[in-house]
């Protein structure tokens, strides 16, 4: 992964809330001097010190790592992969806008792997597109769908309960989603 370049975005929502360097510091426990280095792009965070400072501003992470310099394309072999969330899984994004509608990102499941869905206050659609493999979608209520290689679901956000894959095979998914709000 290159330099992670968030200076701006950084300095842009602190800024927004009215937040001092200082008070961000204390919050994420990182030093104010290493916050003006990030906000200035002289140093790049880790991605942990990064979600820290996410979770401050109130923002969601991939705003932070959104790649949108006017370029709409993101070549197959530089898709940022990134933290989504306090959901504890990673993303492959597919866009490098983050204040756009909709956040499309791709992610593998390897066999045996389940993801329980963590509850969001807002609703939200998505839409998953396998690309490859099954894997089992239960939502609420009491909602199980079995799809396979080519299938599509659509659904309120809320209503997601996991994600299965109870085959022997990996499987690949694409997902559209309205991105959580902040």
């Not at 968030?6 to 919050?27: C, I, K, M, P």
């Not at 501003?57 to 933290?83: C, K, Q, Y």
């Not at 599509?152 to 299965?164: D, G, Q, W, Y």
Request: proline share 7%; charged share 25%.
């Amino acid at each position: 992964m290159t330099d992670i370049r968030v200076g701006s975005e950084v300095r842009r929502r602190r800024n927004e809330l009215g937040l001092t360097l200082r008070q961000v510091a204390d919050q994420t426990e990182l030093t104010s001097g290493f916050l003006s280095q990030v906000e200035n792009d002289r140093v790049s965070p880790s991605l942990k010190s990064l979600s820290r400072i996410a979770e401050v501003l109130r923002t969601p992470l991939f705003h932070l790592l959104s790649t949108s310099d006017g370029d709409p394309v993101i070549r197959a072999n530089e898709r940022p992969t990134v933290p989504f969330s306090k959901m504890g899984v990673d993303v492959e994004l597919l866009t490098p806008f983050r204040d756009w509608q909709l956040l499309p990102f791709q992610r593998e499941f390897q066999p045996g792997e389940e993801f329980v869905a963590v509850r969001l206050e807002r609703a939200r659609e998505e839409w998953i597109l396998i690309q490859s493999g099954s894997l089992e979608i239960t939502l609420a209520p009491e909602e199980t769908h079995i799809l396979h290689s080519g299938d599509t679901i659509h659904f309120e956000s809320s209503r997601l309960v996991k994600i299965a894959n109870n085959t022997d095979k990996p499987a690949t998914y694409l997902c559209m989603m309205t991105p959580p709000g902040i």
